[in-house]
């Protein structure tokens, strides 16, 4: 069983940056997906990034540009650097892994993930 813990959301104006962490009690390398999702209040959960063991990654179209997703096996925790935030970024965010055998980004297209964390907040102002 994997715990995946996020950190490092706040409140920051529009234009600002966060970087979240995910501490994954897993080795990140033998995690063959993971991701970024956010919920927003009233809406469905989104992708944001994903990243596969091979670090190829994968965005949606809202935060292509803006944010980065990376990891550090040697510390076995994801990172998400948000750069230019705008206030439609105001959301739970929720890190994802999986070892499974699909493909990357069809897992992060269907949201289709074994072991999720319990979310942190960002919330930027305008």
């Known amino acids: 069983h994997v715990q995946l813990v996020e950190s490092g959301g706040g409140s920051v104006q529009a234009g600002g ?6 501490a994954s009690s897993g080795s990140t390398y033998r995690s063959r997906c993971m991701g970024w999702f956010r919920q927003a209040p009233g809406k469905e959960r989104e992708g944001v990034a994903a990243i596969g063991s091979d670090g190829n990654s994968i965005y949606a179209d809202s935060v292509k540009g803006r944010f980065t997703i990376s990891k550090d096996n040697g510390k ?8 230019s ?3 439609e970024d105001t959301a739970m965010y929720y890190c994802a892994a999986d070892s499974g055998a699909a493909i ?5 297209r269907g949201i289709d993930f074994g072991y999720w964390g319990q979310g942190t907040q960002v919330t930027v102002s305008s």
């Not at 940056?17 to 995910?22: A, F, G, N, T």
């Not at 076995?76 to 750069?83: A, E, G, I, R, V």
Request: proline content about 5%; glycine content about 0%; charged content about 15%.
């Open 17 to 22: 940056s966060l970087r979240l962490s995910c």
């Open 76 to 83: 076995n925790t994801l990172y998400l650097q948000m750069n």
């Open 85 to 87: 935030l705008k206030p």
């Open 104 to 108: 990357c980004w069809a897992r992060f």
